[in-house]
Structures are given as structure tokens and as C-alpha cells.
């Protein structure tokens, strides 16, 4: 074969060669195009799926998406929440308030932060504490209510001072897969007359 042959045959198959690349490189292109356009225009809700760590919590996996929230997960997390907002001490309180302001929903930040903070301030000033006993609890996963209902005690050192029948009604709202409390309301009945616990105050 004469030498220019064997250079034409050189440059067809380079150019071969680099049309395939650019072919290859176009078809990517357009398919990571198409699939972007999918992924960006489909409307399918996005589930979460929530492992719990310790079985005796739950025994399935707890999921939540933009229309559903398991009643487990709901009841979990309040209960942490009223573990936070209602066992509290001078020693506590101020923990217990910036974390369960982690929790709060931007549009009920502020009114929840100053109700907790001028609880504080009364729990410091009286040296007091209280502590909520959950008998029961009401879960409506549609709107994300939660009835807790049970006995808060308050102390004045090591003294009971109160025992009585209290129901506390949290509301959430989910932004983005996480729930966010909007409003913790405590509804105090009259106090028990079997209790022999005295209100001092």
C-alpha cells in the first residue's frame, strides 16, 4: 500500500473516531437534558421512610411525605415536645426552651419564645418546677393535632404545692418532610379533691 494511502486511511479512521465521540457526547447531552426536564416537571410526592432506633418506640418503620404523617412519628415527637415544655426546673428551663424553639414553626417563633421565656423567668424567680404525667393521647394525623392529656404536679423545693388535671393541645404544621409545633396551649382543670397536694399560692 503506497504512504498515501496508508495517511488517508489514518485520517478516515481519526475522523471516524472523533464524529463517534461527538455523536456519543450529543446523545449524553441530550439525555441528561430529558431526564432534567423530568425530574424538574414531574409532581410526585417524595415519602420518607423513618427507622426507629429503639423497638420498644415502634415496631415499623414511620413514614412521612407531603400528605401523610405516621401517628407514631406525630406522637413521638410531641411527646418529646411536652417533655420539654412542661418537666421543667430552675436548673433546665432555659435548655429546654432553646431546644424546643429548634422545633418551632418561623411564624410562631416569636410568640412561642416569649410565652416560654416569661415562664422561665416565673420558674426561676419561685425556685419552682413541674412535672406533666401523660395519661392519654389524642392523635389527629389529618390536621396534626395532639390532645395530651395527664397530671402536672408543681413543686417548691422537694414540696408538692399543686396536683391537678391538665389537658395540653399542640399543633403542627410539615414543611418539607419536618414537622414544626405552631402552638402548645395548657388547659389547667380544677384541681383534684382527693389530692392532698396544697396550692400555696
Same mark, same amino acid.
Given at each position: =500500500? !503506497?504512504?498515501?494511502?496508508?495517511? +488517508?486511511? @489514518?485520517? $478516515?479512521?481519526?475522523?471516524?473516531?472523533? #464524529?463517534?465521540?461527538?455523536? =456519543?457526547?450529543c446523545v449524553s447531552l441530550l439525555t /441528561?437534558?430529558?431526564?432534567?426536564?423530568?425530574?424538574?416537571? !414531574? @409532581?410526585? $410526592?417524595?415519602?420518607?421512610?423513618?427507622i426507629p432506633i429503639g423497638l420498644n418506640e415502634s415496631t415499623h418503620p414511620l413514614t412521612v411525605s407531603d400528605?401523610?404523617? @405516621? %401517628?407514631?412519628?406525630?406522637?413521638?415527637? $410531641? #411527646? @418529646?415536645l411536652l417533655s420539654l415544655a412542661m418537666n421543667v426546673s430552675?436548673? /433546665?428551663?432555659?435548655?429546654? #426552651?432553646? =431546644?424546643?424553639?429548634?422545633?418551632?414553626?418561623? +411564624? +410562631?417563633?416569636?410568640t412561642l419564645d416569649e410565652a416560654l421565656e416569661e415562664k422561665a423567668s416565673q420558674i426561676k424567680r419561685l425556685r419552682a418546677s413541674s412535672y406533666f404525667a401523660v395519661e392519654n393521647m389524642d392523635i389527629d394525623t389529618k390536621n396534626l393535632v395532639v390532645h395530651a392529656q395527664g397530671i402536672k404536679s408543681h413543686f417548691i423545693g422537694k414540696t408538692e404545692t399543686l396536683r391537678q388535671k391538665t389537658?395540653?393541645?399542640? #399543633?403542627? /404544621?410539615?414543611?418539607?418532610?419536618?414537622? %414544626?409545633?405552631? +402552638?402548645?396551649?395548657e388547659i389547667e382543670h380544677l384541681k383534684n379533691k382527693n389530692s392532698a397536694a396544697i396550692d400555696s399560692h
Amino acid at each position: =500500500m !503506497k504512504a498515501y494511502e496508508l495517511i +488517508s486511511a @489514518d485520517m $478516515a479512521a481519526r475522523l471516524g473516531l472523533k #464524529r463517534l465521540t461527538l455523536t =456519543m457526547l450529543c446523545v449524553s447531552l441530550l439525555t /441528561n437534558c430529558f431526564l432534567g426536564a423530568m425530574i424538574t416537571l !414531574k @409532581d410526585e $410526592a417524595v415519602t420518607t421512610v423513618l427507622i426507629p432506633i429503639g423497638l420498644n418506640e415502634s415496631t415499623h418503620p414511620l413514614t412521612v411525605s407531603d400528605s401523610h404523617v @405516621d %401517628q407514631d412519628y406525630l406522637m413521638l415527637v $410531641a #411527646r @418529646d415536645l411536652l417533655s420539654l415544655a412542661m418537666n421543667v426546673s430552675p436548673v /433546665n428551663v432555659d435548655f429546654n #426552651r432553646k =431546644m424546643l424553639l429548634k422545633h418551632a414553626s418561623p +411564624s +410562631s417563633f416569636g410568640t412561642l419564645d416569649e410565652a416560654l421565656e416569661e415562664k422561665a423567668s416565673q420558674i426561676k424567680r419561685l425556685r419552682a418546677s413541674s412535672y406533666f404525667a401523660v395519661e392519654n393521647m389524642d392523635i389527629d394525623t389529618k390536621n396534626l393535632v395532639v390532645h395530651a392529656q395527664g397530671i402536672k404536679s408543681h413543686f417548691i423545693g422537694k414540696t408538692e404545692t399543686l396536683r391537678q388535671k391538665t389537658d395540653v393541645l399542640m #399543633r403542627f /404544621n410539615l414543611i418539607a418532610g419536618k414537622l %414544626q409545633l405552631l +402552638s402548645l396551649e395548657e388547659i389547667e382543670h380544677l384541681k383534684n379533691k382527693n389530692s392532698a397536694a396544697i396550692d400555696s399560692h
